[in-house]
């Protein structure tokens, strides 16, 4: 597994050691063991979650506030996402900036994106299904969705692709009145 810190230094880009031969493939997508000594982080997983979505399709910016907020482990198993990762830690120095990776099934990619961060994906391919590992159970009461589009963040989003988000997403809030993190 090889761990690359990204232009905001506590969202990790992960590289699982890939076997291929002419049977196919095989690679280790989670090991506890290797995962804490490659990233010297000591979180545990308490759920997994699993979407499938159309080309077009955007689901985010979403998050939750403490006490139940949730770290992720993001990949996609089939198809192509564009990932989205905002940081919205006030007490960072990238408050409000965010980071934007190419996940699919063929590179084999995975972000590991702390608490304190809200985050989407747009489906690139006819379909995608985007598997996720998180740190805290879902908690209704505690999610928070930021407006895809607020301008404030300026997300560079394809302009080629036409979006389709849910009516839950579409009452997100702008990032300047979200709830964020200390």
Known sequence: ?????????DVLLIEPRVFEDVRGFFFES????????ETSLNVTFVQDNHSKSNRGVLRGL???????AQGKLVRVIQGEVLDIAVD????SPTFGQYIAE?????????????????????TLSKTSE????????????????????DAS????WPQDEKITVS?????????LEAGTFP
Not at 130 to 149: A, G, V
Not at 167 to 175: E, I, W, Y
Request: proline share 7%; charged share 25%.
């Open 88 to 91: 919205i830690r006030e007490s």
């Open 153 to 156: 963040l300026n997300i560079k």
């Open 1 to 9: 597994m090889r761990v690359t810190p990204l232009s905001i230094p």
């Open 102 to 122: 190419i996940l699919s099934s063929d590179n084999k990619k995975q972000l590991y994106i702390p608490e304190g961060f809200a985050h989407g994906f747009l």
């Open 130 to 149: 985007f598997l996720y590992k998180t740190t805290d159970f879902y908690h209704p009461e505690s999610e928070r969705c930021i407006l895809w589009n």
């Open 62 to 68: 979403h998050y939750q506030l403490p006490p139940f």
């Open 167 to 175: 009516d839950k997403d579409l009452l997100g809030t702008s990032f």
């Open 30 to 37: 989670f090991r506890e063991d290797i995962f804490r000594k």
